[in-house]
């Protein structure tokens, strides 16, 4: 016997079958399998859940929009532009926004991206570990945090501003002239 293709009107939509006629011995009858094809779009089967189709992702928006909105009022893309190459701001405005919102180690900053909306809206950033220890190093080694420093402070500064930063870097490197010996103040168990 052989397989024929029927249309089904189901709630005034139309999908396509393969009906496969068969005996069954036990009912000493005739029978029918029939095999889901798609949607008939023209004639032909369109299928509405595929395999296929790319999963739909869920990203995290909402605790980005205060970040945002601070980086916009102080014009902190622009700043950066003006102390780095162009394809290290997006990276390091990611940095800070993970230290911020869920701070991660450097291998795990690609995958906390990737949830986010700003993958969306910046696709393909160097997030590896590797990049961003060349970016931040790079960073130390120059001038480039001062640069930012003075940008900032005379773009937000009145008169009678001052700004401190009191930012504490604990490591367990010998190899980040940066970083010296000095006051634990976060209290981490570091060797001597």
């Known amino acids: 016997m052989k397989s024929f293709t029927r249309v089904k009107v189901i709630n ?14 036990e009912k000493k009858q005739i029978r029918q399998k029939s095999k889901y094809l ?17 999963p739909k992702k ?18 902190l893309e622009q700043i950066l532009l003006e102390t780095l190459p162009a394809n290290e701001v997006w990276p390091v405005l990611s940095l800070a926004m993970n230290y911020v919102i869920r701070p991660r180690a450097l291998n795990h ?11 969306e809206e910046h696709p393909d950033l160097p997030l590896s ?4 220890s060349r970016i931040l ?3 130390g080694e120059g001038m480039a945090n001062l640069d930012f420093s003075r940008a900032l402070i005379k773009r937000t500064a009145t008169s009678r501003t001052l700004i401190y930063d009191i930012t504490s870097l604990s490591s367990y490197s010998q190899n980040v002239n ?3 010996y000095g006051y634990n103040r976060d209290g981490l168990d570091l060797p001597r």
């Open 178 to 180: 940066l970083l010296e």
């Open 137 to 139: 190093s790079r960073i």
């Open 12 to 25: 005034g939509q139309e999908y396509l079958y393969e009906i496969t006629p068969y005996y069954d011995k």
């Open 58 to 75: 869920v990203l995290s928006h909402g605790e980005f929009v205060p970040l945002r909105k601070i980086s916009e009022d102080l014009n």
């Open 38 to 54: 798609g949607k008939n779009l023209n004639g032909f089967p369109v299928k509405v859940r595929s395999k296929d189709q790319v």
């Open 109 to 119: 900053i690609q995958s906390w991206y990737e949830g986010t909306i700003l993958a």
């Open 129 to 132: 570990s590797q990049s961003l």
